[in-house]
């Protein structure tokens, strides 16, 4: 900035302190003997006179300084400045340098609030040294102007915005010293780096909160409360504090707010360990996300059963139960293969599912459920006669209790089948209104009491009758339900050329051309052939007992007392098929015989006579338990000895026996008694 001002310009100024005009400047100039030069070759008569600006009043000078100061800020450009190392280290990054504290991992951990202050004031910072290299003032006079302009309200309204967030004061104070500037330029000059700056000029936290591990009562009131019954905080603290007085009579017993404020403080995890377990609580947890489209089709199948939530009517006997529906759905292409309905889980419903699949779309790699009954029976698992041995499936099961790693067929569930039972009145799930449930199923067993009895039915009977789905109903809904899942896009799967995600028939089709895959197809005798389950046996005199029946055949007389493989079929016990343990075919042998029925029972009517006798049996417990609470047991033994006169017991001698010679005599006595 220059040293030397003519009277013209100090009116273009219109500083306050000055008068407006040329003139009146010139007068006060004259009256209060400022000093002055003649410039040459300037104004009039080639001289120019102008004021030397250090001779004038300090008012006048601080004024005109500021003013320049304006006027060159406003004619230059912002330009992000070097951080220029002259002084000091901050006390922050020294610190941090000798406790081996990385500055990275310090910046990083800075909340939103603490970062937003830390900006504000290098934006400060940033505006004094641009302000120190443009005008040339010291640092000490930038910082001083700055905060004049900051009193005054002169100051950039984008960095008047900043002052209260650089303050980072509860009471929002819009003020700043230049002590406080000052800092704040010298921890942004020294930093090196950004993040040095960041945790240069970041804020520290006014109160430091005891870290949870430190809390020494938190173990033991967590014991108290991490449980799986979920009792509420307040009823474990009454609990926690009863053995926190008798175990550490010395110690303060914390409050329960204080309580309740540090358990707000544990992250989930933390909070519902212990009150959540097994597959509950994994659903908090982090999991992996597998890549199903390194796969190709038919790699792996993922299967699983599933209870229909809502009721239809019984094929048999036309009561109200919940069927069951397994699936199988291929992993890559996320394509429904296979699927098969019965009255209960079981592997019967498993095969009929794998053999659909198989039937219309070849034989998979591996086969992935969970552990439960109907998937891992012998009809399934067995190393030699199981379902998946002969047909070289290699079978996975998933961890128990750990439904993640089976997302796709769970979603499956919710997204598709769940939905459908929801259209049905007769829907069980969690979000069906109690009330109306409660109310639909009681007319309901009213309705199918009577019909049941063979009693007419009232026309509202019939109504609630009427809301059953039919068994046959039920399955064409499923059916349409997965042929439209199928040829629906699906979110998991790529895009076409359009944009669209691909349906999962269609991207099976597509990725089956691309891999040129032909898929491993089974004639119909092979599919007769190994879905017919297998059991070993030992075959004696040409015979082999299976289930109760008896199979004959004259080619099995060689293989007396030798361990035979039998394959038979779930709908017809007529004939047997009995194969070498190592897989060749011996005969076909027929039934010969029962020893438990007239005529051969079926696997099919061997299952539903078993599932009926468990039935049974859990209603004749039922109705014995609510027989013995009519009958309370007697909590005190009687004291016979009241009925004999207060226990004083009197000797009674005993009547000796009338003994008679003749006939006579004995009918004397008898009148004798009479009288």
Not at 222 to 242: D, V
Not at 430 to 454: C, E, H, V
Not at 581 to 587: A, E, I, K, P, T
Request: include cysteine; aromatic fraction near 8%.
């Amino acid at each position: 900035m220059s040293e030397l001002v003519s009277s013209a310009q100090l009116a273009e100024m219109a500083l306050p302190i000055l008068p407006k005009s040329k003139q009146g400047i010139e007068h006060m100039a004259k009256r209060d003997g400022w000093p002055f030069e003649y410039i040459k070759g300037q104004g009039r008569g080639g001289r120019l006179k102008k004021f030397v600006l250090s001779g004038l009043p300090e008012e006048i000078q601080a004024a005109v300084r500021e003013r320049q100061a304006e006027q060159l800020l406003a004619q230059s450009q912002p330009a992000v400045l070097p951080s220029v190392a002259k002084a000091k280290r901050p006390v922050a990054v020294r610190r941090m340098e000798q406790l081996g504290l990385p500055i990275d991992d310090y910046a990083m951990g800075l909340n939103d609030k603490q970062r937003d202050c830390a900006h504000a004031r290098m934006a400060l910072a940033a505006e004094v040294l641009r302000l120190h290299e443009v005008t040339g003032f010291g640092i000490t006079d930038a910082v001083q102007f700055v905060v004049r302009q900051v009193e005054s309200g002169q100051l950039s309204e984008s960095l008047a915005y900043l002052v209260p967030v650089a303050n980072a004061r509860a009471n929002n104070q819009r003020g700043i010293s230049v002590r406080t500037l000052k800092g704040w330029v010298a921890a942004y000059r020294a930093a090196t780096s950004p993040n040095e700056r960041l945790a240069a000029l970041a804020p520290r936290p006014t109160k430091k909160e005891t870290p949870v591990v430190q809390i020494a009562w938190l173990a033991d009131f967590m014991a108290h409360h991490c449980r799986p019954s979920a009792p509420k905080l307040a009823h474990s603290y009454q609990e926690f504090a009863k053995g926190w007085l008798a175990a550490q009579p010395g110690y303060e017993l914390p409050s329960l707010d204080t309580v309740r404020r540090v358990w707000k403080r544990l992250p989930q995890i933390m909070q519902q360990r212990g009150r959540m377990t097994g597959a509950a609580y994994k659903s908090l947890l982090p999991y992996i996300r597998r890549d199903w489209q390194a796969l190709r089709p038919n790699d792996v199948w993922i299967g699983d059963g599933h209870s229909f939530k809502a009721k239809v009517q019984h094929p048999i006997h036309g009561q109200p139960f919940k069927p069951e529906v397994t699936v199988i759905i291929d992993g890559c292409t996320r394509m429904v293969v296979g699927f098969s309905f019965s009255l209960a889980e079981s592997c019967v419903a498993v095969a009929d599912a794998l053999r659909i699949g198989i039937k219309h779309n070849g034989v998979p790699l591996m086969y992935y459920s969970d552990n439960g009954g109907g998937q891992t029976g012998k009809t399934i698992d067995h190393e030699i006669t199981g379902l998946t041995a002969r047909l070289g499936i290699h079978h996975e099961t998933g961890l128990p209790g750990n439904p993640q790693g089976r997302g796709i067929i769970e979603r499956w569930w919710q997204d598709n089948l769940i939905r459908l039972a929801a259209q049905y009145e007769t829907f069980t799930g969690s979000s069906m209104d109690r009330s109306t449930q409660n109310l639909l199923y009681r007319k309901m067993d009213s309705a199918f009491n009577a019909w049941r009895q063979g009693k007419e039915l009232t026309p509202e009977q019939q109504r609630y009758k009427a809301k059953l789905p039919s068994w046959q109903q039920f399955m064409a809904d499923v059916m349409q339900c997965i042929a439209d899942y199928n040829n629906r896009p699906h979110s998991e799967l790529p895009r076409n050329a359009e944009g669209v995600h691909y349906t999962p028939l269609q991207y099976r089709d597509l990725r089956m051309q691309q891999e040129n895959l032909a898929p491993d197809l089974l004639a119909e005798a092979e599919l007769d052939v190994l879905f017919r389950p297998q059991e070993v046996r030992k075959a004696a005199r040409g015979q082999i007992e299976l289930f109760g029946n008896v199979y004959f055949s004259t080619d099995l007389a060689e293989l007396h007392g030798e361990d035979v493989r039998v394959a038979y079929d779930y709908d017809d016990a007529e004939w047997v098929y009995v194969y070498k343990m190592d897989g060749s075919f011996v005969c076909k042998a027929k039934v010969d015989g029962n020893k438990r029925a007239a005529m051969p029972i079926t696997v099919r009517d061997q299952l539903a006579e078993k599932r009926a006798k468990g039935r049974i049996k859990r209603a004749e417990n039922t109705i014995r338990l609510a027989k013995e609470e009519t009958r309370p047991a007697i909590e005190h033994q009687p004291d016979f000895g009241l009925l004999v006169g207060n226990g004083n017991y009197e000797p009674v001698p005993a009547k000796k026996p009338q003994i008679f010679m003749f006939e006579s005599d004995r009918d004397e006595w008898e009148r004798q008694q009479a009288k």
